[in-house]
Structure formats: C-alpha cells, structure tokens
C-alpha cells in the first residue's frame, strides 16, 4: 500500500508527465512549422513516452490499492524563438521532472516502501537519459549554429527515431 503522501504526490506527478507530454507536443508543431519533419517526429515520440510515464503511475496507484485523481493541466509554453530555445525550454523542464522523481523517491526512502522505491528506480534512471537527451541535441546544435546542411544532416538523423515503450511493468 501507500502512504497519503505517497498517492497525493503521484498523482500530481501525473498531471506533470501529461503536462510534459502537452509540452512537447507544443514543440513538435513548432518545428513541423518550420518543416523541420525529423525534429517534429523526434518531439512526437518524446510526447508518447510522456504519456507512458504518466500510465506507468496511473497503474502503479491503482495497482497499490491507492486512488487515481487526475488533474486538469495548463497550456503549455508555444512560443519559441529558434530550435535552440526548444531545446533549451526542453532541458530546463527535464530537469525539473528529475526534481519531482527525487523527491519522490526521498518520500518512499524515507518511508521505507520498497515497492514504491523500486518503481521509482526506473524513473530515476530514466531521467539520466531524458536530461541527456536534451542536452546532447543543445550542444549539436550550437555545433551547428547557421550551417543549414549541418541542420539537415541533424533533422534526417532525428527523424529515425521510434518510439519504445518503457522496460517496466506494473
Ligand atoms: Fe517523463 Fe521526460 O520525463
């Protein structure tokens, strides 16, 4: 079972795991204007795996005997003024996410619920990537800076990627 605590805290992590996936869906059509396809897909998949993170509480809650509330989420920030900025908004939110799991897991730490430490685990590790996927995609494109064929080069690479639902089950 979990704590109050526990259930209250996860379920406002779920409205900011769909308020991520709203974020991110705002970015894809940023870049989807700017015809930047491979960068929109890119963004699209990172908005499906949002949502699979914000299943993966809905499920562990219920699993755990706790109840669901799902809470209404704001417009997300649309204005952009280059894909850098994106990315940038993209890092700076990941990084706020990995705040949240923290203080997640402190809770479950410190309520000895090795349950819910062990789901966490995965979130804290999936965080690691998250973070560095952002970061990676900041500084290829300060690599870049204006060269349109090196922006090219990146939005076809981006373009590949599929999406993966998580290693986890609850
Ligand atoms: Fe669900 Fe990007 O953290």
Redesign the pocket.
Known sequence: MLSKRLIDEMNIQIMH?LA?AHLYMAMEAYCASLNLDGFANWLKVQTE??RA?ARLFFDFINRMNGEVKVYGIDEPHDKYASLLDVFEKGYEH?QF?TSRIYLLADIATEEKNHAAVSFLKWFVD??VE?ESNFLGLIKKLELIGDNTSGLYMLDKELAARVYVPPTITV
């Open positions: 795991e991520s795996e949002e993170h990941e996410v999936e965080q998250e």
